[in-house]
């Protein structure tokens, strides 16, 4: 069954980090386009950071310097990195990969980041 599973989420003040990780299973690759998306409550759904299939990441102005992605070929997993999280950073965090013509999704790992 292609899925991505989502962990690493939790409860962080304010100025601590996370890590998330996306698994993909065997039928999903993520040496393709991916990414990490966020829903904050009562908010659209909004990227926060893309890698392509070469390499190139975009990240959204507001987690610049402070957010990276990442990739492991070998674990076919994808990692985002968050330091230095503000409370706005709250919301459930989805990763995301570009395989056989469609998005494939997570179920997503919620972040809340407290004062």
């Known amino acids: 069954q292609a899925q991505l599973v989502e962990s690493g989420g939790g409860l962080v003040q304010a100025g601590g980090s996370l890590r998330l990780s996306c698994v993909a299973s065997r039928s999903i690759s993520i040496v393709n386009n991916g990414g990490w998306y966020r829903q904050a409550p009562g908010k659209e759904r909004e990227q926060v950071a893309t890698v392509l299939g070469g390499g190139a990441t975009n990240y959204a102005d507001s987690v610049k310097g402070r957010f990276t992605v990442s990739r492991d070929f070998a674990k076919n997993t994808m990692y985002l990195q968050m330091n230095n999280l503000k409370p706005e950073d709250t919301g459930i965090y989805y990763c995301?990969?570009?395989?056989?013509?469609?998005?494939?999704w997570g179920q997503g790992t919620q972040v809340t980041v407290g004062q």
């Open positions: 995301s990969s570009y395989n056989r013509g469609r998005y494939y």
